[in-house]
């Protein structure tokens, strides 16, 4: 139970990257990075779907909520979570540098491996 209502609270606000909705991210492939903070047990996640974003505007690559703030997770599992119910799946957690487990690559499912709405 607790599980379907935090999917529908995931997906009841509408969370984007950048101005895109998560739901609309076509790409095959997305790279998502932790960044915590000093002093708070939550973290925010970047994603990078292949989308253009300078180094003044990093922030665009958080995962942000409606009018435009930061979302925060509670850890990476929590974030990973949301984009397995948006149809992504786990690839591989030492991707792209030592730094793990801060930096995640996901793939979009196959057709068949989509969970089917019940």
């Keep these: 139970m607790l599980i379907l209502i935090s999917s529908f609270t995931y997906l009841s606000h509408?969370?984007?990257?950048?101005?895109?909705?998560?739901?609309?991210?076509?790409?095959?492939?997305?790279?998502?990075?932790?960044?915590g903070f000093t002093f708070k047990s939550k973290i925010r996640v970047s994603v990078d779907f292949g989308q253009r974003v300078s180094g003044e505007r990093l922030n665009e690559s958080f995962i942000s909520d409606s009018d435009g703030r930061s979302i925060e997770f509670n850890s990476m599992i929590d974030a990973l979570n949301l984009f397995d119910l948006l149809g992504y799946e786990y690839i591989d957690s030492n991707c792209v540098d030592e730094d793990w487990p801060g930096q995640y690559l996901l793939r979009k499912k196959k057709p068949e491996l989509v969970r089917e709405e019940e």
Excluded: C, F, N, W
């Excluded at 509408?14 to 960044?35: F, N």
């Design 14 to 35: 509408a969370q984007s990257v950048g101005g895109v909705p998560l739901e609309d991210i076509k790409s095959t492939y997305i790279h998502l990075s932790r960044v």
